[in-house]
């Protein structure tokens, strides 16, 4: 997550418990079951009968309708328009998801998460009035060439395009040096939140403590000095 989807995260329901997912390709039916499986609503929709009878025999959703989200009226019929959050999970059927993108937004969703495929694709959902756009393919190649390059780095939020919190497995060269010692403010700019023992983190860890070899640290900062570590 990054500031730019701060408003739309922060503008959605705490309480809602409910979501339509359109489209059941692998997507779609990841959110489903993840949604399903915290307990959530989720009314599932497809075009393709087959995907909703399998989504219902693997209970993926308790609820599901076979219906074609490029016709508006069997989006009103089927209850759509009354969800407050609703996710567009078609990715390879660019036309398909437009369309449907504007007759959620158009039927009055205030929510609306829609999957792309390509960057134009990306751009029209957003100018049909898609609130939130993912590109999971995109974003997934980004976090691999990421881990390739940097493997000491295990987990990374980018607070903004020049800031993140990351968690990273404790450079050899600080192996045995106390917090104090590292000067990790002075040195790199860096503020240390966290430090494993043990399986678990300790937040806000004492000066004194020694960091030993293969424990995981979380700092934050400037990515050119997150950069700067040796690692
Ligand atoms: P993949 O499964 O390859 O990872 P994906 O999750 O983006 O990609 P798609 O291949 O885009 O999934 O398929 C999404 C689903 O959307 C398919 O099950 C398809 O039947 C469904 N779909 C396509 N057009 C419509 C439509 N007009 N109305 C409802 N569902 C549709």
């Known amino acids: 997550m990054n500031l730019a989807s701060l408003g739309f995260f922060r503008s959605l329901r705490q309480d809602n418990h409910q979501f339509a997912v359109i489209g059941l390709g692998r997507f779609g039916r ?45 989006l009103q019929e089927a209850g759509i328009f009354e969800f407050d959050t609703v996710i567009v999970a078609i990715g390879n059927y660019v036309q398909e998801s437009i369309i449907t993108t504007l007759n959620v937004k158009e039927g009055g969703v205030p929510h609306v998460i829609a999957k792309a495929s390509s960057e134009v694709h990306c751009k029209l959902l957003q100018k049909v009035g898609a609130d939130h756009v993912v590109f999971p393919e995109y974003e997934a190649g980004c976090a691999l ?50 430090v494993s023992q043990d399986g678990k983190f300790q937040i806000n860890p004492n000066p004194n403590k020694r960091l030993e070899r293969g424990s995981a640290m979380v700092v934050i900062g400037c990515n050119k000095d997150i950069n700067r570590l040796p690692i």
Do not use: M, W
């Open 30 to 74: 990841s959110v489903c079951s993840t949604l399903h499986n915290f307990g959530y609503q989720v009314l599932a929709t497809d075009i393709d009968e087959k995907r909703v009878a399998q989504a219902l025999t693997e209970q993926i959703t308790s609820h599901a309708l076979q219906l074609d989200s490029t016709e508006s009226a069997a």
């Open 145 to 194: 060439a990421r881990t390739l390059t940097k493997p000491s780095i295990l987990d990374r939020v980018d607070l903004d395009p020049d800031h993140s919190i990351v968690e990273l497995i404790v450079p050899d060269e600080f192996h045995g040096r106390t917090i104090a010692e590292l000067q990790l403010r002075n040195r790199y700019g860096l503020n240390l939140l966290a």
